[in-house]
């Protein structure tokens, strides 16, 4: 499979990542990718960019050194019904919208409800991906929420850096395995997502890998190297 888009990553702009916009589209140019996502992190993260970021979204160009561009966030779901963390007059402005569990700004609960919590973002009508579900930051049932990504076109994404050993993440690797296997045998896409936060990590899914060939993860399934029928996804929410 060749990769021919990553749609989350971060800039400077995120306060804990160590490149720019400039530098993360140009990495993305030298590696063949057609379709980048800035996904910077909304406010309840320490250090990021305040909401007047999002606001001033329509100031960048939306193509650069031949790669395209959608620009947005990594929202942050903060309860147990699955409310995301910046208002929605600002999400009308993003061009694509992720939203994830982070131990920051989220007290795990049962697993009931922190199955809730992911389930209310995947509701969400405005939710295009749930970003690293399977990280372990929350223990959830993941059965439930594979069917409910299939049911309302909100894509689970297998998260690289997750994966990394130097993350410690000690129930990623299961976790993300008994997703893979759950959509292979529901028939539920996903996306694969470096989640690089450094312009050297763009497209990087080398931790994935071993995990899609344990699987025998059918490559129909998998969105990174369909870029119309991504952007077709993305367009058939608000």
Same mark, same amino acid.
């Given at each position: 499979?060749?990769?021919? #888009?990553?749609?989350?990553?971060?800039?400077?702009?995120?306060? %804990?990542?160590?490149?720019?916009? %400039?530098? =993360?589209?140009?990495?993305? *140019?030298?590696?063949?990718?057609?379709?980048?996502?800035?996904?910077?992190?909304?406010?309840?993260?320490?250090?990021?960019?305040?909401? &007047? !970021?999002?606001?001033?979204?329509?100031?960048?160009?939306?193509?650069? !050194?031949?790669?395209?561009?959608?620009?947005?966030?990594?929202?942050? &779901?903060?309860? +147990? /019904?699955?409310?995301?963390?910046?208002?929605? $007059? +600002?999400?009308?402005?993003?061009? &694509?919208?992720?939203?994830?569990?982070?131990?920051?700004? +989220?007290?795990?609960?049962?697993?009931?409800?922190?199955?809730?919590? =992911?389930?209310?973002?995947?509701?969400?009508? %405005? &939710?295009?991906?749930?970003?690293?579900?399977?990280?372990?930051?929350?223990?959830?049932?993941?059965?439930?929420?594979?069917?409910? *990504?299939?049911? +309302?076109?909100?894509?689970?994404?297998?998260?690289? *850096?997750?994966?990394?050993?130097?993350?410690?993440?000690?129930?990623?690797?299961?976790?993300?395995?008994?997703?893979? /296997?759950?959509?292979?045998? !529901?028939?539920?896409?996903?996306? #694969?997502?470096?989640?690089? %936060?450094?312009?050297?990590d763009i497209a990087r899914y080398d931790h994935i890998?071993?995990?899609?060939?344990?699987?025998?993860?059918? $490559?129909?399934?998998? =969105?990174?190297?369909?870029?119309?029928?991504?952007? /077709?996804?993305?367009?058939?929410?608000?």
């Amino acid at each position: 499979m060749k990769t021919l #888009l990553d749609v989350h990553t971060h800039t400077i702009a995120s306060g %804990h990542a160590f490149s720019t916009l %400039h530098e =993360m589209v140009m990495a993305a *140019s030298e590696k063949g990718i057609e379709l980048l996502g800035i996904t910077e992190h909304a406010p309840g993260i320490p250090g990021t960019c305040a909401p &007047i !970021y999002f606001r001033n979204l329509h100031v960048v160009p939306r193509k650069m !050194y031949g790669v395209e561009l959608l620009l947005g966030a990594e929202l942050n &779901i903060i309860d +147990y /019904r699955g409310t995301i963390d910046l208002d929605e $007059e +600002y999400l009308r402005m993003l061009d &694509i919208k992720i939203a994830g569990i982070h131990s920051l700004c +989220y007290n795990p609960g049962t697993v009931e409800e922190n199955t809730a919590a =992911m389930l209310g973002a995947i509701r969400n009508p %405005h &939710i295009h991906i749930i970003s690293h579900p399977g990280d372990g930051t929350a223990t959830v049932d993941f059965e439930p929420i594979v069917l409910a *990504s299939k049911e +309302y076109h909100t894509l689970l994404e297998i998260n690289n *850096s997750s994966l990394n050993p130097a993350r410690k993440k000690l129930f990623a690797r299961t976790n993300n395995l008994t997703i893979l /296997r759950l959509c292979k045998k !529901y028939e539920v896409p996903v996306i #694969l997502g470096s989640d690089a %936060h450094i312009s050297f990590d763009i497209a990087r899914y080398d931790h994935i890998h071993e995990l899609l060939r344990e699987t025998e993860f059918p $490559e129909g399934l998998i =969105m990174n190297d369909k870029v119309e029928r991504f952007k /077709r996804f993305i367009e058939s929410k608000p």
